[in-house]
């Protein structure tokens, strides 16, 4: 790294600060705080969604995968353009409509609208849990990538990741995660994409990477039940994580909503398909990295010319930051809505829940911050959580938005007992029981919440207000007048 390429990252991370502070000065409202207004176009919508769930773990873990497994590490990122396409379609739409007519600003709103207290209750703890373990994890990366980089020391490197990305988003909120995501979906995807030629060259042609060994090029050897298991957890996280509702509330029409989720989708696929290839060139060019070395950025810091160096590590870190910032204003939203209005004090003031909005989110960064340091290998803690919310919440969430017969008691019992399947079933998984419990954890949470479900909404009873609420959720969804 040269002094150009080390100054590059300098005024990325002093921007990124900078942009927080002028979208402090343009917030008017816990409504721009949380969802940019419910204005937001297509374009902007597609960058949300690509800098949030494209992030650190994505590049890095794909272009790794791909050096120590070859073309199989497409699935990492390749499932989240197939689950981002099945939101969009399914019920972006619907999402925008009923978040626009109740106000909501939450998923976890949106399940009490549908359900009752409970549900929301439960809801909610899922998705805090979530938000604090995915913040944490990039934060980890952002503080390994930056050491790695600038040989500050790892202490110091974090710190500054940390300090960066929970002010920026402390202060400016949603807005400033637009504004700031505008640059880094840019930063990422010129930085991918480039890698490419540049690999190439390196490695003497596109085509040299058949030298590798065949098994690089099997579809499967990362082992098709753990594919399998991977891609239905992926596709499933879409549609309970609080992230997504709040990019469809945050559009500016059911339309736009839908588009921008497509948009998306499709940009993502050569991205998956890029950062696989620059994984297996990298083997070609460096054949004895030690286990878990970042792939990715040893092959920028071996072939990238200085200057486009520089900018190319600005778009990875900038994947880093921009899959944390969404992760602290949904943490940040969940305390302020779903705690503190909800339970506490439902009265209170637009000028308190937007000074409790920065308090929360700086929170948020802070408690992921703590977990980060203390804990560095954090993936287990990310899985379990992420493997929460889509087996436990996945029914109740889906099929409230389409079934009249799904009741409260239902949805709050499945997420519980799935919940507790599946931290128990992780548990003995750990203490290296075997057997029946090899099988990965997602599979029974499933079972579990699907089953209670079901069974409890078939032969159970829905009150009188029950079914009226049902009712009225559910014909707003299904609207017809938009704007296009």
């Known amino acids: ?48 969604w690509v800098s949030c769930w494209i992030g650190g773990a994505s590049v890095i873990g794909t272009s790794t995968k791909g050096y120590d497994m070859g073309i199989t590490a497409v699935w990492y990122v390749g499932m989240t353009a ?31 609208s549908r359900y009752d207290g409970r549900a929301r209750l439960v809801a909610t703890v899922c998705t805090l849990f979530g938000m604090i373990g995915v913040t944490a994890s990039q934060l980890v990366a952002a ?8 040989q ?116 993502i696929i050569p991205l998956a398909f890029c950062s696989t290839y620059e994984g297996m060139a990298t083997k070609l060019l460096i054949p004895e990295l030690p286990e878990g070395t970042n792939a990715m950025t040893n092959l920028i810091l071996l072939t990238f010319p200085s200057g486009i160096k520089g900018i190319v590590i600005v778009g990875i870190l900038a994947a ?49 911050a703590l977990i980060a340091w203390f804990m560095q290998d954090i993936m287990n803690i990310l899985f379990i959580t992420l493997t929460i919310l889509s087996a436990g919440l996945f029914f109740p969430t889906v099929m409230g938005f389409v079934w009249k017969r799904g009741n409260s008691q239902a949805a709050f019992y499945s997420i519980l007992v799935s919940t507790v399947t599946v931290i128990g079933w992780y548990i003995c998984k750990s203490m290296g029981l075997g057997g029946i419990f090899n099988v990965d954890c997602l599979w029974p949470g499933l079972l579990a919440s699907g089953t209670i479900y079901f069974l409890a909404s078939l032969f159970g009873k829905q009150s009188e207000e029950e079914r009226i609420r049902v009712e009225e959720f559910l014909a707003i969804g299904k609207t017809q007048k938009e704007s296009a």
Request: net charge positive; glycine share 10%.
């Open 1 to 48: 790294m040269t002094t150009i390429d080390l100054g590059l990252i300098g005024i990325y991370l002093a921007a990124m600060l900078a942009i927080g502070f002028y979208a402090n000065r343009k917030d008017k409202g816990t409504e721009n705080y949380y969802v940019g207004g419910r204005k937001q176009n297509s374009v902007t919508i597609m960058c949300l």
């Open 82 to 112: 197939v689950g981002c396409l099945l939101f969009s379609l399914l019920l972006s739409k619907k999402i925008k409509r009923i978040g626009d007519k109740l106000q909501h600003i939450t998923y976890p709103e949106f399940i009490e």
């Open 143 to 150: 503080g390994e990538i930056l050491n790695t980089l600038t």
């Open 152 to 267: 500050l020391g790892i202490g110091k490197s974090f710190l500054i990741a940390a300090v960066v990305l929970i002010a920026y988003t402390a202060l400016g909120g949603f807005m400033a995660i637009i504004y700031t995501d505008w640059v880094q979906v840019g930063l990422l995807v010129f930085g991918i994409l480039v890698g490419v030629p540049f690999a190439a060259r390196a490695t003497g042609g596109i085509d040299a990477i058949r030298a590798l060994p065949a098994s690089y090029f099997d579809l499967g050897a990362w082992g098709w039940p753990t594919i399998i298991a991977f891609a239905v957890s992926t596709v499933l996280s879409f549609f309970t994580t609080m992230d997504s509702y709040t990019r469809c509330i945050s559009a500016k029409t059911p339309a736009v909503a839908r588009r921008g989720g497509i948009l998306a989708a499709l940009l």
């Open 320 to 368: 880093i930051m921009s899959s944390g910032d969404i992760a602290i204003i949904t943490g940040s939203a969940n305390i302020t809505y779903d705690i503190y209005q909800r339970y506490i004090n439902s009265n209170a003031s637009e000028q308190r829940l937007s000074r409790l909005g920065i308090a929360a989110s700086a929170c948020i960064g802070i408690t992921s």
